[in-house]
C-alpha cells in the first residue's frame, strides 16, 4: 500500500523568506503523481502543484516549486517571497494507478509578519 | 460558479440519526471522489465514481455508509444510524479523464452530538 509521510506537523517562516516543507512517499507504481494542496483555515483544498513521477524535471507555478528526488521518493515543496496568504495546512498527496489519493498528516505554515 | 458545489456545509445531529449529503462536480468531469477528514489529518479516501458506476470503496466505508450518483452528475452521500465517530469533514472532489488532477469542494462538516 502506498504511505505518505510529512515529518513536520509546523513550519514558520518570515514574510518574503523562503521556506521548504518536505515529503517522502512509498509506492511499488511505476506511473503516478504527486501533489500539494493547501488548506486554508475553515477554507476548501486548492490544488498548489502536481507533478508527474515519469517527468525528470521538476514542477514549478509562480512561487512554488518542488525538488522531485525519484529515487528516494522525496518530494519537496519549496515557496519563496512567502505571503501572509500562504499561511495554511499543506497537504502531499500521491496518487495510484486507481485513482485515489493518498494523504500526509498535513504541516501547519505560519507566516511571521 | 463552475467549482465542485457541497451540501450542506454543515450539519449537526444526534446520534442514531440518519444525514445526507450532496456534492455537484464539475460539469465534465466523469470521476467523483468521497474523502472524510478529522481535525488535525489528512483526509482519507472513501469512494470514487466513474459515471455512475461505483468503482471503489475503503474498508472505512462500513455499511451504515452509503453512496452513489445516479445519473453520473451529482452523487450522495448517506451515513445511517449516526455515531460519534462520524463526527468529521466530509470532503467531494472530481476530475476528468485527461487531467488526473482532483479539484475539491468546500466539504460538509458533520457533528454528531
Known amino acids: 500500500a502506498q504511505t505518505v509521510t510529512q515529518s513536520q506537523p509546523e513550519m514558520s517562516v518570515q514574510e518574503a523568506e523562503t521556506v521548504t516543507l518536505s515529503c517522502t512517499y512509498d509506492?511499488?507504481?511505476?506511473?503516478?503523481?504527486l501533489f500539494w494542496y493547501k488548506q486554508p483555515p475553515s477554507r476548501q483544498m486548492i490544488l498548489v502543484i502536481r507533478?508527474?513521477?515519469?517527468k525528470q524535471q521538476n514542477a514549478t507555478e509562480n512561487r512554488f516549486s518542488v525538488n522531485f528526488q525519484k529515487a528516494a521518493k522525496s518530494f519537496s515543496l519549496k515557496i519563496s517571497d512567502s505571503q501572509l496568504g500562504d499561511a495554511a495546512m499543506y497537504f502531499c498527496?500521491?496518487?495510484?494507478?486507481?485513482?485515489?489519493?493518498?494523504w500526509g498528516a498535513g504541516t501547519k505554515l505560519i507566516i511571521k509578519p | 460558479d463552475t467549482g465542485v458545489s457541497q451540501n450542506p456545509r454543515h450539519k449537526i445531529t444526534k446520534r442514531g440519526q440518519n444525514v445526507t449529503f450532496r456534492c455537484d462536480p464539475i460539469?465534465?468531469?466523469?470521476?467523483l471522489y468521497w474523502y472524510r477528514q478529522t481535525l488535525g489529518q489528512g483526509p482519507e479516501f472513501l469512494t470514487y465514481?466513474?459515471?455512475?458506476?461505483?468503482?471503489?470503496k475503503s474498508r472505512l466505508l462500513s455499511d451504515r455508509f452509503s453512496a452513489e450518483r445516479p445519473k453520473g452528475s451529482f452523487s450522495t452521500l448517506e451515513i445511517q444510524r449516526t455515531e460519534q465517530g462520524d463526527s468529521a469533514m466530509y470532503l467531494c472532489?472530481?476530475?476528468?479523464?485527461?487531467?488526473?488532477?482532483?479539484?475539491f469542494g468546500p466539504g460538509t462538516r458533520l457533528l454528531v452530538l
Open positions: 472532489a472530481s476530475d476528468g479523464q485527461a487531467q488526473e488532477t482532483q479539484y
Open positions: 509506492t511499488s507504481e511505476s506511473d503516478y503523481y
Open positions: 498527496a500521491s496518487q495510484d494507478s486507481n485513482y485515489q489519493l493518498i
Open positions: 465514481f466513474q459515471n455512475e458506476a461505483q468503482l471503489e
Open positions: 460539469s465534465e468531469h466523469n470521476r
Open positions: 507533478q508527474e513521477a515519469y
